[in-house]
């Protein structure tokens, strides 16, 4: 909805100061006033006004004085100055410097409020315009990730600006690596929901015993992915993990916006986007029943395919110089240019990580060329190993952690009630009880 434009008025003539008050209040703009340029700045600063509208000699600070310092804030406001004829010169000296508008009093009041209103619609769209630059800077990873003309990366970029305004859910495709996730925020990023959350939900990696608490929440324990997800966007990746219930609890809420509590029969409602996302074929997904065809048929309403890095390998070397430029400012190190043998490995490497991989590697060859290690190769190889020792012991122990923490915050949330403790977290106090001994968890440690 449209506001009041506002204007702030600094004149050191108490007469004019307040016949361009009752000037600016009788078209309804919002006014504020100074009789000198004194304040100018901070005043400027905490109303941030539309317009300012300033004499240009007054005591202590010009308002040409002002406006120069106005200059080096990020998006100052347009300055019209009202001056007496020995004062047009400077005027003058101020329009040359970017000030909006001057007038010679005694000036018409009638030109001043149509220049004063040319100069705050101006400015509110170039306001306008960097709040959506900002949004679109936030969206700096999906400009990384699809950097190229390869037909392909043009239509998904297309597809995204052309569904992000939509209501309706968007499945993404692809490999892993490829930027899914990333296209999924730029979705809700270019959205009327960008100013709300954006919430992730790890499907895969969801234990079964505690999906309906953290999906639709409790009597004692209101957060849950829902609620955390209000008024925005909620991330589903690898729906098809889900089990059939758990899918169907799902398809409610994609349908209706309703759920309920996973220990209540009272219906609540969801507003939310759902946003999916799978990396394995969805018609050999629901044929063999890993995913509801219902439910598949809805978060595939609308679809995004994303491509693999392998796809267009015209574009490897140039994304590689892309990241590695990024990573060197970054660091702040010297560029240490590829060689022959970078950009042979480079353009053989089949990348079955896709993006993600290529990103990756040219940030860690940025880190280790400090150590002289700006081999192609020799990086690859460091990463591989690493990948490969981490993957074997990384998951169980990740999964005990996050069991071992969550069941604590419960007994500590719950002094040690354990009836409650296993009803909150959506287990049975058998199975709390054969955690907590696995866990080595005493719950005397906690009350």
């Known amino acids: 909805m449209f506001s009041a434009f506002s204007v702030l008025i600094i004149d050191d003539d108490a007469e004019v100061r307040q016949s361009l008050v009752h000037l600016f ?52 406001p347009p300055f019209i100055f009202v001056s007496a004829h020995a004062d047009v010169t400077m005027a003058v000296t101020a329009m040359q410097q970017g000030a909006y508008s001057f007038l010679e009093k005694p000036f018409d009041p009638k030109r001043l409020l149509m220049a004063a209103q040319n100069a705050a619609k101006q400015f509110r769209l ?47 495709h692809g490999e892993t690596g490829s930027g899914k996730e990333l296209a999924a925020r730029a979705l809700h990023n270019l959205s009327q929901r960008s100013s709300q959350p954006f919430v992730t939900v790890d499907c895969s990696a969801m234990a079964s015993d505690y999906f309906d608490v953290m999906m639709f929440g409790s009597s004692t324990q209101e957060t849950c ?32 916006g309703e759920y309920h509590q996973a220990d209540s029969i009272v219906v609540k409602s969801a507003n939310v986007r759902i ?82 991989e290529l990103k990756h590697l040219a ?27 981490a993957n074997k012991s990384m998951l169980r122990p990740a999964v005990a952690a996050f069991e071992r923490a969550l069941i604590a915050q419960s007994l500590i949330d719950h002094q040690g009630k354990m009836d409650l403790v296993a009803e909150t977290l959506g287990i049975g106090r ?16 906690f009350i």
Do not use: C
């Not at 949004?135 to 400009?143: E, N, V």
């Not at 081999?375 to 190993?385: E, H, K, P």
């Open 25 to 76: 209040e009788r078209a309804s703009w919002q006014v504020s006033h100074l009789p000198n340029a004194v304040n100018g700045v901070k005043r400027i600063s905490s109303s941030n006004p539309d317009v300012v509208i300033s004499d240009v000699k007054m005591p202590g600070i010009s308002g040409l004085q002002l406006f120069e310092e106005t200059l080096s804030s990020e998006l100052s």
């Open 126 to 172: 170039q306001r306008q315009n960097r709040q959506l630059h900002a949004q679109l800077a936030a969206l700096s990873g999906l400009d990384q990730l699809l950097v190229g003309n390869n037909p392909e990366l043009v239509k998904v970029r297309g597809d995204i600006h052309q569904f992000a305004p939509l209501m309706a859910p968007v499945m993404l």
């Open 225 to 256: 992915y829902l609620h955390a997800a209000e008024g925005g966007t909620l991330f589903l990746d690898e729906p098809s993990a889900l089990s059939n219930d758990q899918q169907a609890a799902l398809l409610r809420v994609v349908d209706t």
């Open 275 to 356: 946003v999916s996302a799978t990396n394995g074929n969805i018609e050999q997904q629901t044929t063999t029943g890993q995913l509801r065809e219902d439910l598949a048929f809805r978060l595939n309403n609308f679809s995004i395919v994303m491509p693999r890095l392998r796809d267009f390998s015209d574009d490897i070397y140039m994304l590689f110089n892309y990241f590695s430029d990024h990573y060197f400012r970054l660091y702040d190190v010297p560029l240490v240019p590829l060689d022959a043998d970078d950009i042979r490995v480079i353009m053989a490497h089949g990348w079955p990580g896709n993006v993600r």
């Open 363 to 389: 940030q860690t060859r940025v880190v280790r060329s400090q150590q002289g290690d700006s081999s192609v190769s020799l990086v690859m190889r460091q990463v591989d190993g690493a990948r490969n020792n």
């Open 430 to 445: 058998r199975t709390l009880n054969e955690k907590m001994v696995k866990l080595d968890l005493d719950k005397s440690d």
